[in-house]
């Protein structure tokens, strides 16, 4: 998988692990599917600095904190889930492209 066929997944997997937590709970109230859009923009970019789910789940709490404030973004640890699916995809993101074109088991 080229680069930036790679990129494109990684975007749709974290635009996809924040919108099915909806963490702020504004699509359930009929927000606009990209509503979380802004704040994907900004968690891609951080994601570099991730080593884990952990960090990812500090990651997206700061950005949600950035974007409304600690009472709305709540606590870190509603972030866990989607960050578990986050950084999945991470992982998938990192792994170089040969990886992906030949057996592991070779």
């Known amino acids: 998988m080229e680069r930036e066929a790679k990129y494109d997944a990684l975007v749709a997997a974290v635009t996809r692990a924040i919108n099915d937590a909806d963490p702020m709970g504004l699509l359930e109230l009929g ?15 951080r994601l570099g600095t991730a080593a884990d ?7 997206l709490h700061e950005e949600f904190v950035r974007w409304s404030d600690e009472r709305i973004a709540g606590p870190e640890d509603a972030y866990v889930e989607p960050a578990r699916r986050i950084w999945e995809a991470v992982v ?15």
């Open 92 to 106: 998938e993101f990192r792994r170089p492209a040969d990886l992906h074109t030949r057996g592991v088991d070779e």
């Open 31 to 45: 927000a606009p599917a990209d509503e979380y859009e802004q704040e994907v923009h900004t968690i891609i970019p």
């Open 53 to 59: 789910a952990s960090g990812v789940a500090r990651i």
